[in-house]
């Protein structure tokens, strides 16, 4: 069955998934530390997924699909997954998580460009226009909010943040290159998801051992069972359920429109903000989440 715009809307699905997900691993985080929190949501993640796939589909691992599909997610595991979130958690710590989702905002134009370039993947001029209108109301969000407790260090704009937040949303553009390479098999979301997962898993845990840190990742998880329930939320939101509907919305929607919709976190935030942590959002974060609704109706129409 053909459901009209069924990428896009896994894209925002997605967008909210990510949303909870971020809330989640901040506070596990600084419990814990941002790396054993990334480490342990990859290995947690991927150990739900082979139980998933197995009640879902049978088998626990999808040996049947096809060399191409497993090569190109695996890429996009390790280039997203492992390399890009590292640079991205390297942003975070310089200069905490309001730069890291400004500079994250290039992610969807590197991706148009790569697709347009590699692939041959083409928007209309009121796509184009729709992005670009939700990056800016994006970008005006972010720039408007300031949260110390998330770890914001506005004096800390430095220029390895600024590089290290260039290569983060290469990493991510091109993952979800390859995720788009590989899903056009026709594989399972779930499925393909998993692969992704192996892949970030054999690099962070192979480097974990090497650097003999996986014993202490896990002990130091294990005894905080506050930050582990934290973990198990932002897992199910994130690398289960939000990466495996990212997976489908490049699957069934342009690149560069499913990216833009990805990038909506933090007007998705504002409302929690506002409830959660009792946050009155100013008038430039409105006036930019009114204009990424205004872009995505225009990429909608």
Known sequence: MNIPYLGEFATIFTAVCWSLSALAF??????????????????IGFLALLVLNWVVFGTPIPLKTGNATWLWLLLSGLVGLAIGDTFLYKVYQISGPRI??????????????????????????QQIL????????????????RDARMGD????????AILFGILAALGQAVSMVFSKLGMAGGIHPFAGNEIRMFSALVFLWGSALLRRQAGSTIKTSAANPKAMRWLLMGT??????????????????????ATTLMALPPVFLLPI??????????WQAAAGTLAAIGGIALMFL
């Open 236 to 257: 199910f939101f994130g690398p289960v359920i939000g990466i495996s509907t990212s997976l489908l919305a490049v699957q069934k929607a342009p690149l560069g429109v």
């Open 100 to 125: 890291g989702m400004l500079l994250q905002g290039m992610n969807p134009i590197f991706g148009t460009l790569i697709t347009w370039i590699f692939l041959g993947e083409t928007l209309s001029l």
């Open 26 to 43: 901040t506070s596990s985080s600084r419990m814990v530390g941002s790396q054993q929190v990334n480490r342990m949501r990859i290995l």
């Open 130 to 145: 729709g992005m670009l209108l939700t990056l800016g109301g994006i970008g005006w969000v972010v720039s408007g909010q």
């Open 153 to 160: 260090s506005p004096n800390k704009i430095t220029n390895s």
């Open 273 to 282: 903000s506002y409830f959660v942590y009792k946050e009155r959002p100013g």
